[in-house]
């Protein structure tokens, strides 16, 4: 007898054949109707139990959470709900679930109820649905980079610098931490560690990305990053994983549409692929907004939001042009930003960002040229000689999802702006190396893989687009 997917069995129905699942109790009904699901999509396949064919002992076995592996005809379902169904003539039970102990129930459970039980999570529509999604997302982004030439680079993960010169590095170290070796000044002796230096988990692959598009032309990282920042949001983890894309003889604008044309077909990608998830994850939004007030509902559906991405073009708006439409918007007159616009030069806090994307522009939008002095050293200088050649994607909903730049290629340019942010210049004498031999214009940009997939999903919180989130006091799991 044939093993076959849940997914595979509702695609092609083999009726009249005898065919094997194995998969998850979802629920039992009047003895007579196991829900099953095996992951393979969010249906469920109907199993018919005649329950005068089985003892009772193995009927009160089939609980929410066991594992059981049925056999028997595929027939077409005379009941509303499902188009086949299968008639169980064999039934093994693979794994008991004590349903006293199970923690997920047929019912609602809380999303906080929920990442405590990240690991049966999985078990869940919701987290199966977006989990599917999550790896439709991670392989559209493979297959756009490889159909296009691309090399995906490997960006090591225990790096001796900091990339993004933000200082927010989780120290990697096999020092004793009661009694670690320590230096004529008294402070740690690194030169004793692993590495015989410091190092960290990197925040970035992109220097490494460069180093590589200097010779591969086109290349893209896509791995796990690490920031030691404090920040307790939605949208914050303190791992993550990135795709970082670094493309050769690339400026500004070329990076701009790189980043729209890349955002656009994942998205595509996932609405092609994922109709199911999809459906199921629009109306699980409509569903949890039932009883909230209209202002706080999400302007569209699930779907018709991805659509209006599409449709659209980004919005690109320089950073001088931005703080203009902030300075005379409402909330800025009205005293209601907690951070009120002032004065060029600012960073923007995400009440901005999402002020633009939502409120003023409607769609997502390019913010570039930004003040170079809230921005990176390895952003190239513009001519005004205050901004630099920076560009941030802010999405509806999320707000920053990109942030890229044109590169500063210019040797002597980029020594001066390692000087003024107190880089130092021996510990990246191969980042410079590449400014010294047969350098060239280049650009890219990292998109932040789980607020794309938060986006995609339509879900509220990073935690539950990530099957193990890293948080500020939370690594279980
Ligand atoms: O803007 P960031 O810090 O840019 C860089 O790291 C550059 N080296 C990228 C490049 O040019 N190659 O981070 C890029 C993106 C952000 O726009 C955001 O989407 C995401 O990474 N990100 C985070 N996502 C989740 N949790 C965090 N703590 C994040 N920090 C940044
Ligand atoms: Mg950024």
Redo the contacts with the bound molecule.
């Keep these: 007898m044939k093993n076959k997917t849940i997914k595979d069995t509702l695609l092609n129905p083999s009726i009249g054949f005898d065919i094997t699942i194995k998969g998850w109790v979802r629920t039992f009904r009047s003895n007579r109707f196991i829900a099953l699901n095996d992951g393979s999509t969010i249906k469920n396949i109907q199993c018919v139990i005649d329950l005068n064919q089985w003892d009772e002992k193995l009927l009160k076995r089939i609980t929410t959470g066991a594992c059981i592996s049925v056999s028997g005809k595929l027939t077409e379902s005379l009941g509303a709900g499902q188009s086949v169904e299968l008639m169980v003539t064999e039934l093994e039970i693979l794994g008991d679930s004590n349903p006293e102990e199970f923690p997920i129930q047929p019912k609602k459970h809380s999303l906080e109820f929920l990442r405590e039980n990240a690991h049966l999570r999985f078990r869940t529509n919701t987290f199966s649905a977006v989990f599917r999604v999550r790896h439709a997302v991670s392989f559209a982004i493979h297959k756009y980079f490889n159909d296009r030439g691309y090399f995906y680079l490997h960006a090591p993960i225990i790096t001796g610098s900091d ?2 010169g933000a200082g927010e590095m989780f120290r990697v170290t096999t020092l004793n931490d009661i009694k670690p070796p320590l230096n004529d000044q008294g402070h740690v002796n690194y030169k004793e560690d692993f590495f015989g230096k410091e190092t960290n988990l990197t ?2 692959g ?1 220097l490494e ?1 460069e180093l590589a598009a200097m010779a591969l032309s086109k290349v893209y990282t896509f791995g796990p990053t690490f ?1 030691a ?1 404090n ?1 307790n949001t939605s ?4 791992e ?1 994983w ?1 795709i ?1 894309p ?1 493309v050769a003889f690339n400026d500004l604008v070329a990076n701009m549409d790189l980043a729209e044309d890349f955002l656009k077909y994942v998205i595509k990608h996932v609405m092609d692929n994922c109709a199911d998830d999809l459906e199921f994850l629009e109306n699980r939004i409509i569903d949890e907004e039932k009883n909230i007030k209209a202002e706080l509902k999400q302007p569209f559906p699930l779907r018709e939001k991805l659509k209006h991405v599409l449709d659209n073009s980004f919005e690109r708006v320089s950073y001088t042009d931005a703080i203009t439409i902030l300075r005379n918007s409402k909330p800025n007159k009205k005293k209601k930003f907690d951070y009120l616009i002032d004065e060029w030069g600012v960073d923007l806090q995400s009440e901005h960002e999402r002020y633009l994307v939502e409120k003023h522009f409607g769609k997502p939008v390019i913010l570039y040229d930004y003040p170079a002095d809230i921005k ?1 050293f390895y952003m190239r200088q513009n001519d005004d000689n205050k901004t630099v050649a920076a560009m ?1 994607i802010l999405f509806p909903g999320i707000g ?6 044109q590169r500063e290629e210019r040797y002597d340019v980029l020594v001066s702006k390692m000087k003024a942010f107190n880089i130092p210049e021996d510990e990246m004498w191969w980042y410079l190396d590449t400014r010294k031999f047969g350098t060239c214009i280049h650009a ?5 893989f ?2 794309l997939v938060l986006f995609i999903t339509g879900m509220t919180n ?1 935690r539950d687009v990530i099957p193990f989130p890293r948080t500020p006091k939370n690594a279980e799991f």
Excluded at 400 to 405: A, H, R, T, Y
Excluded at 444 to 448: T, W
Aim: net charge negative.
């Design positions: 990339a993004e925040v970035s992109q990305a920031r920042e920040s949208r914050h983890l303190a993550f990135m970082e670094e990176a941030d920053e999802i990109v942030g890229g730049s890219g940009f990292g998109l932040g789980e607020r990073v």
